[in-house]
Protein backbone atom coordinates (compact mmCIF):
# COMPACT_ATOMS: atom_id res chain seq x y z
CA UNK A 1 0.00 0.00 0.00
CA UNK A 2 1.38 3.37 -0.67
CA UNK A 3 2.46 5.54 2.07
CA UNK A 4 0.77 9.15 1.85
CA UNK A 5 1.23 12.63 3.64
CA UNK A 6 -0.51 12.48 7.36
CA UNK A 7 -2.15 15.70 8.63
CA UNK A 8 -2.54 16.48 12.16
CA UNK A 9 -5.97 15.39 13.04
CA UNK A 10 -6.19 12.78 16.26
CA UNK A 11 -8.70 10.64 14.65
CA UNK A 12 -11.56 8.73 16.18
CA UNK A 13 -13.03 5.60 15.00
CA UNK A 14 -16.52 4.27 15.13
CA UNK A 15 -16.62 0.36 14.77
CA UNK A 16 -20.20 -0.91 13.58
CA UNK A 17 -20.99 -4.34 13.92
CA UNK A 18 -24.33 -6.68 12.99
CA UNK A 19 -25.95 -8.82 15.16
CA UNK A 20 -28.27 -11.67 15.01
CA UNK A 21 -29.10 -11.54 11.84
CA UNK A 22 -27.95 -9.38 8.39
CA UNK A 23 -29.49 -7.38 5.86
CA UNK A 24 -31.05 -5.02 8.69
CA UNK A 25 -29.34 -2.06 7.00
CA UNK A 26 -25.81 -1.56 8.39
CA UNK A 27 -24.58 0.36 5.23
CA UNK A 28 -27.46 2.88 5.47
CA UNK A 29 -26.89 2.82 9.10
CA UNK A 30 -23.18 3.96 8.70
CA UNK A 31 -23.64 6.16 5.92
CA UNK A 32 -26.26 8.05 7.88
CA UNK A 33 -24.27 8.43 11.02
CA UNK A 34 -21.48 9.55 8.77
CA UNK A 35 -23.41 12.48 7.15
CA UNK A 36 -24.97 13.72 10.52
CA UNK A 37 -21.08 13.93 11.63
CA UNK A 38 -20.33 15.23 8.77
CA UNK A 39 -23.12 17.89 9.02
CA UNK A 40 -21.36 18.84 12.26
CA UNK A 41 -18.67 19.71 10.67
CA UNK A 42 -16.11 16.60 11.04
CA UNK A 43 -14.21 15.39 8.03
CA UNK A 44 -15.65 11.61 7.84
CA UNK A 45 -14.76 8.84 6.09
CA UNK A 46 -16.60 5.26 6.33
CA UNK A 47 -14.57 1.44 5.37
CA UNK A 48 -16.29 -1.87 5.14
CA UNK A 49 -14.48 -4.75 5.95
CA UNK A 50 -16.06 -7.89 4.59
CA UNK A 51 -15.45 -11.29 5.74
CA UNK A 52 -15.42 -13.23 2.50
CA UNK A 53 -12.02 -14.98 0.87
CA UNK A 54 -12.82 -13.46 -2.59
CA UNK A 55 -10.13 -10.71 -2.93
CA UNK A 56 -12.74 -8.51 -4.23
CA UNK A 57 -16.49 -8.83 -5.35
CA UNK A 58 -15.45 -8.32 -8.85
CA UNK A 59 -15.75 -12.09 -9.75
CA UNK A 60 -18.84 -12.58 -7.66
CA UNK A 61 -22.04 -13.37 -9.26
CA UNK A 62 -24.56 -9.82 -8.86
CA UNK A 63 -27.38 -12.20 -7.89
CA UNK A 64 -25.58 -13.37 -4.49
CA UNK A 65 -23.32 -10.31 -4.21
CA UNK A 66 -25.37 -7.66 -5.78
CA UNK A 67 -24.07 -5.01 -7.75
CA UNK A 68 -20.18 -4.14 -7.75
CA UNK A 69 -19.54 -0.42 -7.39
CA UNK A 70 -16.57 0.57 -8.85
CA UNK A 71 -14.42 3.54 -7.23
CA UNK A 72 -12.67 6.12 -9.29
CA UNK A 73 -9.76 4.77 -8.42
CA UNK A 74 -10.87 1.18 -10.64
CA UNK A 75 -11.65 -0.70 -7.54
CA UNK A 76 -14.32 -3.26 -7.72
CA UNK A 77 -15.80 -2.80 -4.46
CA UNK A 78 -18.79 -4.06 -1.58
CA UNK A 79 -21.96 -2.38 -2.84
CA UNK A 80 -22.22 -0.23 0.72
CA UNK A 81 -19.61 1.73 -0.71
CA UNK A 82 -22.45 3.13 -2.94
CA UNK A 83 -24.18 4.31 0.14
CA UNK A 84 -21.35 5.93 1.57
CA UNK A 85 -20.67 7.86 -1.73
CA UNK A 86 -24.43 9.04 -1.74
CA UNK A 87 -24.91 10.41 1.54
CA UNK A 88 -21.34 11.52 1.95
CA UNK A 89 -21.18 12.89 -1.16
CA UNK A 90 -17.49 11.83 -1.23
CA UNK A 91 -15.59 9.39 -3.18
CA UNK A 92 -14.44 6.62 -1.85
CA UNK A 93 -10.98 4.78 -2.60
CA UNK A 94 -9.67 1.26 -2.92
CA UNK A 95 -8.74 1.91 0.68
CA UNK A 96 -12.56 2.13 1.86
CA UNK A 97 -12.73 -1.70 1.49
CA UNK A 98 -11.10 -4.46 2.45
CA UNK A 99 -11.48 -8.63 2.34
CA UNK A 100 -10.11 -11.13 4.18
CA UNK A 101 -8.97 -12.44 1.00
CA UNK A 102 -6.93 -8.98 0.05
CA UNK A 103 -5.41 -9.67 3.77
CA UNK A 104 -4.51 -13.14 4.10
CA UNK A 105 -3.20 -12.14 -0.05
CA UNK A 106 -0.68 -9.52 1.96
CA UNK A 107 0.11 -11.37 4.78
CA UNK A 108 1.25 -14.60 2.60
CA UNK A 109 2.96 -12.34 0.06
CA UNK A 110 4.78 -10.80 2.57
CA UNK A 111 6.20 -14.16 4.34
CA UNK A 112 6.87 -15.44 1.10
CA UNK A 113 9.44 -12.43 0.84
CA UNK A 114 10.90 -13.35 4.16
CA UNK A 115 9.35 -10.29 6.01
CA UNK A 116 8.74 -12.94 8.38
CA UNK A 117 12.11 -13.58 9.40
CA UNK A 118 10.90 -17.36 10.05
CA UNK A 119 8.15 -16.60 12.94
CA UNK A 120 5.55 -18.65 12.52
CA UNK A 121 2.71 -16.91 10.73
CA UNK A 122 -0.60 -16.40 12.62
CA UNK A 123 -4.02 -15.19 12.41
CA UNK A 124 -3.30 -12.97 15.51
CA UNK A 125 -0.70 -11.24 15.37
CA UNK A 126 -0.14 -11.04 11.88
CA UNK A 127 -3.74 -10.89 10.45
CA UNK A 128 -4.97 -8.94 13.19
CA UNK A 129 -1.92 -6.41 12.10
CA UNK A 130 -2.81 -6.37 8.54
CA UNK A 131 -6.33 -5.37 9.42
CA UNK A 132 -5.41 -2.67 11.99
CA UNK A 133 -3.11 -1.25 9.24
CA UNK A 134 -5.80 -1.01 6.76
CA UNK A 135 -8.16 0.47 9.46
CA UNK A 136 -5.42 3.08 10.53
CA UNK A 137 -5.72 4.08 6.89
CA UNK A 138 -7.12 6.92 7.08
CA UNK A 139 -5.31 8.04 10.51
CA UNK A 140 -4.29 11.88 10.69
CA UNK A 141 -6.51 12.41 7.49
CA UNK A 142 -9.72 12.14 8.86
CA UNK A 143 -11.54 13.22 12.31
CA UNK A 144 -13.52 10.04 11.92
CA UNK A 145 -13.84 7.11 10.79
CA UNK A 146 -16.59 5.01 10.94
CA UNK A 147 -15.68 1.16 10.21
CA UNK A 148 -18.20 -1.65 8.79
CA UNK A 149 -17.73 -4.73 9.58
CA UNK A 150 -19.28 -6.81 7.67
CA UNK A 151 -21.37 -10.13 8.32
CA UNK A 152 -22.36 -10.55 12.04
CA UNK A 153 -21.11 -11.01 15.70
CA UNK A 154 -21.27 -14.77 16.03
CA UNK A 155 -19.61 -15.41 12.49
CA UNK A 156 -16.31 -17.58 12.50
CA UNK A 157 -15.28 -15.18 9.88
CA UNK A 158 -15.87 -12.09 11.80
CA UNK A 159 -13.76 -13.14 14.98
CA UNK A 160 -10.28 -11.61 13.16
CA UNK A 161 -11.80 -8.06 13.00
CA UNK A 162 -13.26 -8.00 16.19
CA UNK A 163 -9.98 -9.11 17.46
CA UNK A 164 -8.31 -5.94 15.66
CA UNK A 165 -11.19 -3.64 16.83
CA UNK A 166 -10.39 -4.77 20.28
CA UNK A 167 -7.11 -4.11 20.25
CA UNK A 168 -7.19 -0.76 18.65
CA UNK A 169 -9.63 0.29 21.35
CA UNK A 170 -7.12 -1.10 24.11
CA UNK A 171 -4.31 0.89 22.16
CA UNK A 172 -6.00 4.31 21.65
CA UNK A 173 -8.48 4.59 25.11
CA UNK A 174 -12.16 4.33 24.79
CA UNK A 175 -12.40 8.42 23.96
CA UNK A 176 -10.83 7.66 20.60
CA UNK A 177 -12.98 4.21 19.44
CA UNK A 178 -16.39 3.11 20.12
CA UNK A 179 -18.19 0.43 18.85
CA UNK A 180 -22.24 0.69 17.67
CA UNK A 181 -23.96 -2.59 17.31
CA UNK A 182 -26.76 -2.55 15.51
CA UNK A 183 -29.16 -5.19 16.09
CA UNK A 184 -32.95 -6.33 15.39
CA UNK A 185 -35.48 -6.68 17.52
CA UNK A 186 -38.29 -8.91 16.05
CA UNK A 187 -42.06 -8.50 16.67
CA UNK A 188 -43.75 -11.61 17.49
CA UNK A 189 -47.15 -11.14 16.19
CA UNK A 190 -48.69 -14.16 18.20
CA UNK A 191 -47.68 -12.78 21.61
CA UNK A 192 -47.75 -9.03 20.51
CA UNK A 193 -44.14 -8.68 22.02
CA UNK A 194 -41.02 -7.13 20.77
CA UNK A 195 -38.19 -9.32 21.87
CA UNK A 196 -35.10 -8.38 23.62
CA UNK A 197 -33.02 -11.36 23.49
CA UNK A 198 -31.45 -11.46 20.15
CA UNK A 199 -30.17 -8.37 20.82
CA UNK A 200 -28.78 -9.44 24.92
CA UNK A 201 -27.36 -12.15 23.17
CA UNK A 202 -25.41 -10.05 20.41
CA UNK A 203 -24.27 -7.95 23.10
CA UNK A 204 -23.20 -10.86 25.12
CA UNK A 205 -21.26 -12.34 22.83
CA UNK A 206 -19.84 -8.86 21.53
CA UNK A 207 -18.50 -9.07 25.40
CA UNK A 208 -16.88 -12.16 24.92
CA UNK A 209 -14.67 -10.55 22.83
CA UNK A 210 -13.71 -7.97 24.77
CA UNK A 211 -15.54 -5.15 23.35
CA UNK A 212 -18.00 -3.28 25.19
CA UNK A 213 -20.67 -1.79 22.62
CA UNK A 214 -21.50 1.69 23.79
CA UNK A 215 -24.41 2.15 21.46
CA UNK A 216 -27.42 -0.32 20.46
CA UNK A 217 -28.69 1.07 17.40
CA UNK A 218 -32.58 -1.72 17.07
CA UNK A 219 -33.59 -2.04 13.43
CA UNK A 220 -37.27 -2.63 14.34
CA UNK A 221 -40.73 -2.91 12.42
CA UNK A 222 -42.64 -1.18 15.44
CA UNK A 223 -41.90 1.17 18.03
CA UNK A 224 -40.08 0.24 20.90
CA UNK A 225 -41.48 1.45 23.91
CA UNK A 226 -39.46 2.94 26.49
CA UNK A 227 -39.80 -0.07 29.16
CA UNK A 228 -38.25 -2.28 26.19
CA UNK A 229 -35.37 0.04 25.89
CA UNK A 230 -34.73 0.59 29.80
CA UNK A 231 -34.65 -3.45 29.48
CA UNK A 232 -32.33 -3.53 26.29
CA UNK A 233 -29.82 -0.93 28.06
CA UNK A 234 -29.96 -2.99 31.76
CA UNK A 235 -29.15 -6.67 30.31
CA UNK A 236 -26.61 -4.76 27.01
CA UNK A 237 -24.99 -2.43 29.93
CA UNK A 238 -25.26 0.54 28.15
CA UNK A 239 -26.92 3.80 28.57
CA UNK A 240 -30.48 4.18 28.38
CA UNK A 241 -30.40 7.08 26.07
CA UNK A 242 -27.98 4.57 23.96
CA UNK A 243 -30.65 2.71 23.04
CA UNK A 244 -31.58 3.74 19.82
CA UNK A 245 -34.84 2.63 17.83
CA UNK A 246 -34.27 2.77 14.39
CA UNK A 247 -37.99 2.06 12.52
CA UNK A 248 -38.68 0.94 9.12
CA UNK A 249 -39.02 3.96 7.00
CA UNK A 250 -40.73 5.22 3.94
CA UNK A 251 -37.15 5.65 2.41
CA UNK A 252 -33.87 5.05 3.33
CA UNK A 253 -32.66 8.58 3.16
CA UNK A 254 -34.87 9.80 5.93
CA UNK A 255 -32.74 7.11 8.39
CA UNK A 256 -30.08 10.32 9.17
CA UNK A 257 -33.44 12.31 9.95
CA UNK A 258 -34.83 9.22 12.67
CA UNK A 259 -31.49 9.52 13.82
CA UNK A 260 -30.71 12.94 14.62
CA UNK A 261 -34.21 12.85 16.13
CA UNK A 262 -32.79 10.35 18.53
CA UNK A 263 -29.78 12.26 19.30
CA UNK A 264 -27.28 9.89 18.01
CA UNK A 265 -24.84 11.90 16.48
CA UNK A 266 -24.71 14.00 19.94
CA UNK A 267 -24.43 11.12 21.98
CA UNK A 268 -21.70 9.66 20.08
CA UNK A 269 -19.95 13.18 19.53
CA UNK A 270 -19.52 13.16 23.84
CA UNK A 271 -18.92 9.22 23.75
CA UNK A 272 -15.25 10.74 21.47
CA UNK A 273 -15.54 13.95 23.00
CA UNK A 274 -15.85 15.81 19.94
CA UNK A 275 -17.49 19.43 20.25
CA UNK A 276 -21.08 19.01 19.51
CA UNK A 277 -21.27 21.80 16.24
CA UNK A 278 -24.21 22.59 15.30
CA UNK A 279 -25.97 20.10 12.75
CA UNK A 280 -27.11 21.29 9.60
CA UNK A 281 -29.54 19.41 7.85
CA UNK A 282 -32.07 21.84 5.69
CA UNK A 283 -31.39 20.48 2.68
CA UNK A 284 -31.19 17.06 3.54
CA UNK A 285 -34.10 17.52 4.87
CA UNK A 286 -36.23 19.20 1.91
CA UNK A 287 -34.69 16.63 -0.58
CA UNK A 288 -36.51 14.00 1.53
CA UNK A 289 -39.55 15.64 1.75
CA UNK A 290 -39.42 15.66 -1.99
CA UNK A 291 -38.97 11.73 -2.40
CA UNK A 292 -42.11 11.99 0.08
CA UNK A 293 -44.56 13.76 -1.60
CA UNK A 294 -43.46 13.39 -5.31
CA UNK A 295 -46.10 15.91 -7.70
CA UNK A 296 -46.19 13.05 -10.13
CA UNK A 297 -45.47 9.63 -10.98
CA UNK A 298 -43.92 7.96 -14.11
CA UNK A 299 -43.18 4.48 -15.01
CA UNK A 300 -39.92 3.73 -16.35
CA UNK A 301 -38.98 -0.04 -17.89
CA UNK A 302 -35.49 -1.43 -16.80
CA UNK A 303 -34.39 -4.18 -18.71
CA UNK A 304 -32.20 -6.47 -17.40
CA UNK A 305 -30.81 -10.06 -16.72
CA UNK A 306 -30.66 -9.77 -13.08
CA UNK A 307 -34.04 -8.40 -12.85
CA UNK A 308 -34.57 -11.13 -9.42
CA UNK A 309 -32.40 -9.27 -7.23
CA UNK A 310 -32.70 -5.71 -6.99
CA UNK A 311 -29.32 -5.28 -5.44
CA UNK A 312 -27.77 -5.89 -8.43
CA UNK A 313 -29.39 -2.61 -9.75
CA UNK A 314 -28.75 -0.84 -6.25
CA UNK A 315 -27.17 2.30 -7.81
CA UNK A 316 -29.55 2.67 -10.85
CA UNK A 317 -32.24 2.28 -8.29
CA UNK A 318 -30.81 5.10 -6.45
CA UNK A 319 -29.79 7.23 -9.05
CA UNK A 320 -33.22 7.10 -10.21
CA UNK A 321 -34.76 8.07 -6.80
CA UNK A 322 -32.46 10.97 -7.12
CA UNK A 323 -33.22 12.02 -10.80
CA UNK A 324 -37.19 11.58 -9.56
CA UNK A 325 -36.70 13.70 -6.59
CA UNK A 326 -34.64 16.68 -8.49
CA UNK A 327 -37.76 16.33 -10.71
CA UNK A 328 -40.67 16.16 -8.39
CA UNK A 329 -41.74 12.71 -9.40
CA UNK A 330 -41.58 9.38 -8.17
CA UNK A 331 -39.87 7.07 -10.68
CA UNK A 332 -41.65 3.46 -10.37
CA UNK A 333 -39.52 0.83 -12.03
CA UNK A 334 -40.99 -1.77 -14.18
CA UNK A 335 -38.63 -5.26 -14.04
CA UNK A 336 -38.54 -6.96 -17.04
CA UNK A 337 -36.36 -9.90 -17.75
CA UNK A 338 -34.58 -9.04 -20.66
CA UNK A 339 -34.66 -13.12 -21.82
CA UNK A 340 -38.70 -12.79 -21.54
CA UNK A 341 -38.86 -10.15 -24.24
CA UNK A 342 -39.68 -11.25 -27.72
CA UNK A 343 -41.23 -9.28 -31.18
CA UNK A 344 -44.27 -10.62 -29.97
CA UNK A 345 -44.66 -9.54 -26.25
CA UNK A 346 -42.65 -6.26 -26.39
CA UNK A 347 -45.64 -4.02 -27.18
CA UNK A 348 -47.77 -5.80 -24.26
CA UNK A 349 -44.51 -5.68 -21.60
CA UNK A 350 -43.31 -1.87 -22.32
CA UNK A 351 -47.38 -0.53 -22.82
CA UNK A 352 -47.66 2.41 -20.76
CA UNK A 353 -43.60 3.33 -20.16
CA UNK A 354 -42.60 6.53 -20.61
CA UNK A 355 -38.76 5.30 -20.86
CA UNK A 356 -36.73 2.51 -20.76
CA UNK A 357 -33.54 2.02 -19.44
CA UNK A 358 -30.94 -1.21 -20.77
CA UNK A 359 -29.04 -2.38 -18.10
CA UNK A 360 -25.15 -3.40 -17.80
CA UNK A 361 -24.33 -7.15 -17.55
CA UNK A 362 -22.22 -9.92 -18.70
CA UNK A 363 -22.80 -12.58 -20.91
CA UNK A 364 -25.02 -13.53 -24.18
CA UNK A 365 -28.33 -14.43 -21.67
CA UNK A 366 -31.01 -11.68 -22.63
CA UNK A 367 -29.07 -9.88 -25.46
CA UNK A 368 -31.58 -10.26 -28.12
CA UNK A 369 -34.43 -9.27 -26.03
CA UNK A 370 -32.55 -6.21 -24.98
CA UNK A 371 -32.40 -5.71 -28.42
CA UNK A 372 -36.27 -6.07 -29.41
CA UNK A 373 -36.84 -3.88 -26.83
CA UNK A 374 -34.40 -1.16 -27.78
CA UNK A 375 -35.52 -1.84 -31.45
CA UNK A 376 -39.18 -0.79 -30.27
CA UNK A 377 -38.36 2.13 -28.03
CA UNK A 378 -36.53 3.80 -31.05
CA UNK A 379 -39.10 3.37 -33.68
CA UNK A 380 -41.91 4.59 -31.28
CA UNK A 381 -40.01 7.86 -29.82
CA UNK A 382 -39.76 6.16 -26.17
CA UNK A 383 -37.01 7.52 -24.32
CA UNK A 384 -34.08 5.34 -24.24
CA UNK A 385 -30.95 4.85 -21.23
CA UNK A 386 -28.34 2.14 -22.53
CA UNK A 387 -25.87 1.43 -20.16
CA UNK A 388 -22.48 0.12 -20.87
CA UNK A 389 -23.82 -3.43 -22.26
CA UNK A 390 -27.35 -1.42 -22.69
CA UNK A 391 -25.09 1.24 -25.00
CA UNK A 392 -23.33 -1.56 -26.93
CA UNK A 393 -26.63 -3.40 -27.77
CA UNK A 394 -27.98 -0.03 -28.91
CA UNK A 395 -25.29 -0.58 -31.21
CA UNK A 396 -25.68 -3.75 -32.32
CA UNK A 397 -29.26 -2.41 -33.20
CA UNK A 398 -28.82 0.66 -35.20
CA UNK A 399 -26.29 -1.60 -36.74
CA UNK A 400 -28.95 -4.54 -37.91
CA UNK A 401 -31.75 -2.82 -38.24
CA UNK A 402 -30.94 0.36 -39.79
CA UNK A 403 -27.57 0.59 -41.41
CA UNK A 404 -28.42 -3.11 -42.87
CA UNK A 405 -25.58 -5.10 -41.26
CA UNK A 406 -27.46 -7.71 -40.42
CA UNK A 407 -24.79 -10.12 -38.89
CA UNK A 408 -23.99 -6.92 -36.27
CA UNK A 409 -22.76 -8.48 -32.66
CA UNK A 410 -20.34 -8.42 -30.20
CA UNK A 411 -17.33 -10.44 -30.00
CA UNK A 412 -18.21 -11.42 -26.65
CA UNK A 413 -21.30 -13.31 -27.66
CA UNK A 414 -20.57 -14.52 -31.56
CA UNK A 415 -17.85 -13.87 -33.27
CA UNK A 416 -18.74 -12.17 -36.66
CA UNK A 417 -17.54 -10.01 -39.72
CA UNK A 418 -19.65 -7.43 -38.43
CA UNK A 419 -18.62 -7.24 -34.90
CA UNK A 420 -19.45 -3.80 -33.71
CA UNK A 421 -18.40 -3.82 -30.72
CA UNK A 422 -15.59 -5.40 -29.90
CA UNK A 423 -12.39 -6.29 -27.60
CA UNK A 424 -10.43 -3.67 -27.09
CA UNK A 425 -7.12 -4.84 -27.86
CA UNK A 426 -4.67 -4.36 -24.56
CA UNK A 427 -7.65 -6.66 -23.40
CA UNK A 428 -7.00 -9.55 -25.91
CA UNK A 429 -3.92 -11.26 -24.06
CA UNK A 430 -5.55 -10.83 -20.04
CA UNK A 431 -5.81 -14.31 -18.79
CA UNK A 432 -7.19 -13.37 -15.50
CA UNK A 433 -10.85 -13.03 -14.73
CA UNK A 434 -10.39 -10.46 -11.65
CA UNK A 435 -9.39 -6.92 -11.74
CA UNK A 436 -8.53 -6.50 -15.18
CA UNK A 437 -11.70 -5.01 -17.18
CA UNK A 438 -10.81 -1.26 -17.79
CA UNK A 439 -11.91 -0.40 -14.38
CA UNK A 440 -12.11 3.64 -12.86
CA UNK A 441 -12.89 6.78 -13.72
CA UNK A 442 -11.72 7.79 -17.17
CA UNK A 443 -12.28 11.82 -19.11
CA UNK A 444 -14.85 11.65 -22.02
CA UNK A 445 -15.20 14.65 -24.07
CA UNK A 446 -18.61 16.29 -24.97
CA UNK A 447 -19.64 16.92 -28.79
CA UNK A 448 -21.49 20.56 -28.59
CA UNK A 449 -24.73 20.47 -29.55
CA UNK A 450 -25.72 17.03 -28.20
CA UNK A 451 -28.26 15.50 -25.68
CA UNK A 452 -25.29 14.78 -23.54
CA UNK A 453 -23.74 17.91 -24.02
CA UNK A 454 -26.65 19.54 -22.88
CA UNK A 455 -27.63 17.11 -19.91
CA UNK A 456 -23.98 18.34 -18.93
CA UNK A 457 -23.23 21.35 -19.60
CA UNK A 458 -19.72 20.83 -19.83
CA UNK A 459 -16.87 20.02 -22.30
CA UNK A 460 -15.21 17.12 -20.21
CA UNK A 461 -16.32 15.20 -17.73
CA UNK A 462 -14.80 11.99 -15.76
CA UNK A 463 -17.10 8.79 -15.36
CA UNK A 464 -16.40 5.56 -14.39
CA UNK A 465 -15.97 2.14 -16.17
CA UNK A 466 -16.21 -1.35 -16.10
CA UNK A 467 -16.00 -3.34 -18.89
CA UNK A 468 -13.81 -4.95 -21.75
CA UNK A 469 -15.80 -4.49 -24.85
CA UNK A 470 -15.74 -1.59 -26.88
CA UNK A 471 -17.32 0.34 -30.24
CA UNK A 472 -15.40 -0.99 -33.36
CA UNK A 473 -13.62 2.23 -34.89
CA UNK A 474 -14.12 0.63 -38.40
CA UNK A 475 -17.69 0.63 -38.12
CA UNK A 476 -17.68 4.48 -36.70
CA UNK A 477 -18.44 5.89 -40.46
CA UNK A 478 -21.16 3.45 -41.65
CA UNK A 479 -22.90 4.17 -37.79
CA UNK A 480 -22.50 8.26 -38.71
CA UNK A 481 -23.51 7.78 -41.74
CA UNK A 482 -26.72 6.77 -40.80
CA UNK A 483 -27.63 8.95 -37.95
CA UNK A 484 -25.71 7.99 -34.88
CA UNK A 485 -23.85 10.81 -32.97
CA UNK A 486 -20.35 10.08 -30.96
CA UNK A 487 -21.42 12.99 -28.44
CA UNK A 488 -18.82 11.75 -26.26
CA UNK A 489 -15.40 10.65 -26.87
CA UNK A 490 -12.19 9.64 -25.27
CA UNK A 491 -9.91 12.88 -25.35
CA UNK A 492 -7.96 11.18 -27.83
CA UNK A 493 -10.87 10.09 -29.83
CA UNK A 494 -10.17 6.41 -30.01
CA UNK A 495 -12.87 5.07 -27.62
CA UNK A 496 -16.59 5.71 -28.22
CA UNK A 497 -17.94 6.54 -25.16
CA UNK A 498 -21.61 8.32 -25.32
CA UNK A 499 -23.61 7.27 -28.11
CA UNK A 500 -27.06 9.11 -29.40
CA UNK A 501 -29.61 9.50 -32.30
CA UNK A 502 -30.95 12.59 -33.90
CA UNK A 503 -34.67 13.23 -34.21
CA UNK A 504 -35.52 11.03 -31.44
CA UNK A 505 -36.66 12.31 -28.12
CA UNK A 506 -33.92 11.15 -25.98
CA UNK A 507 -32.15 8.10 -27.28
CA UNK A 508 -28.33 7.88 -25.20
CA UNK A 509 -26.01 5.07 -24.36
CA UNK A 510 -23.21 5.45 -22.48
CA UNK A 511 -20.30 3.48 -22.17
CA UNK A 512 -19.72 3.96 -18.68
CA UNK A 513 -21.81 3.80 -15.21
CA UNK A 514 -23.27 7.03 -14.55
CA UNK A 515 -25.37 5.63 -12.00
CA UNK A 516 -22.51 4.98 -9.79
CA UNK A 517 -21.66 9.06 -9.99
CA UNK A 518 -25.09 10.19 -9.08
CA UNK A 519 -25.31 11.42 -5.28
CA UNK A 520 -28.09 11.89 -3.06
CA UNK A 521 -29.87 15.47 -3.51
CA UNK A 522 -27.37 16.74 -6.13
CA UNK A 523 -28.41 13.78 -8.63
CA UNK A 524 -26.53 12.61 -12.19
CA UNK A 525 -27.30 14.94 -15.23
CA UNK A 526 -28.16 12.09 -17.52
CA UNK A 527 -30.47 10.57 -15.02
CA UNK A 528 -32.07 13.78 -14.47
CA UNK A 529 -32.34 14.63 -18.09
CA UNK A 530 -33.59 11.06 -19.34
CA UNK A 531 -36.17 11.58 -16.17
CA UNK A 532 -37.67 15.01 -17.77
CA UNK A 533 -37.26 13.29 -21.08
CA UNK A 534 -39.72 10.73 -19.83
CA UNK A 535 -41.65 13.63 -17.96
CA UNK A 536 -42.12 15.42 -21.33
CA UNK A 537 -43.46 12.23 -23.07
CA UNK A 538 -47.28 11.76 -23.52
CA UNK A 539 -48.36 8.31 -21.74
CA UNK A 540 -51.56 7.44 -24.13
CA UNK A 541 -49.85 9.03 -27.21
CA UNK A 542 -47.17 7.13 -27.86
CA UNK A 543 -47.61 7.22 -31.57
CA UNK A 544 -47.54 11.28 -31.64
CA UNK A 545 -44.11 10.45 -30.31
CA UNK A 546 -43.06 8.02 -33.29
CA UNK A 547 -39.65 8.36 -35.00
CA UNK A 548 -39.77 9.08 -38.97
CA UNK A 549 -37.48 5.99 -39.13
CA UNK A 550 -36.74 7.13 -42.79
CA UNK A 551 -34.57 9.67 -41.72
CA UNK A 552 -32.23 8.04 -39.81
N1 LIG B 1 -20.08 -7.19 -21.01
C1 LIG B 1 -19.76 -5.90 -21.51
C2 LIG B 1 -18.26 -5.63 -21.52
O1 LIG B 1 -17.52 -6.27 -20.86
C3 LIG B 1 -20.51 -4.81 -20.75
C4 LIG B 1 -20.10 -4.70 -19.31
C5 LIG B 1 -21.06 -3.88 -18.49
O2 LIG B 1 -22.22 -3.71 -18.85
N2 LIG B 1 -20.60 -3.40 -17.36
O3 LIG B 1 -17.82 -4.73 -22.20
Redesign the pocket.
Known amino acids: MATKKRTSRRTKYIFVVGGVLSSVGKGIACASLGLLLKSRGYQVTIQKFDPYINVDPGTMNPLQHGEVYVTDDGAETDLDLGHYERYLNTSMTRFNNATTGQIYYEVIQRERRGHYLGKTVQVIPHITDEIKRRMTYFDGEYDIVIIEIGGTVGDIESQPYLEAARQLTLERGRSSCMTILLAYVPYIRSAGELKTKPTQHAAKELMEFGIIPEIILCRTEHRIPKEVRSKIALFCNVDEEAVIELPDVETIYEVPLVMARRNLDAIVLRKLRLKPNELELDTWSRFVQRIKNPRTSIEIALVGKYVSYHDSYKSIIEAFVHAGAINNCKVELRWISAEEVTKENVEELLQGVRGVLV ?5 ARGIEGKITAIEYVRTRGIPFFG ?4 M ?1 CAVIEFARNVCGLSDAN ?1 S ?1 FKRTRQNV ?1 HLMPDQEKIEDKGGT ?1 RLGVYPCLLREGTKAHRAYNQDLVFERH ?5 LNNSFRPILEDHGMIMSGVSPDNRLVEIIELDGHPWFVGVQF ?1 PELKSRAVIGHPLFIHFVRAALRMKPDEDSSNEVDNSAL
Open positions: APGFGICLGQSEIMRHRYEH
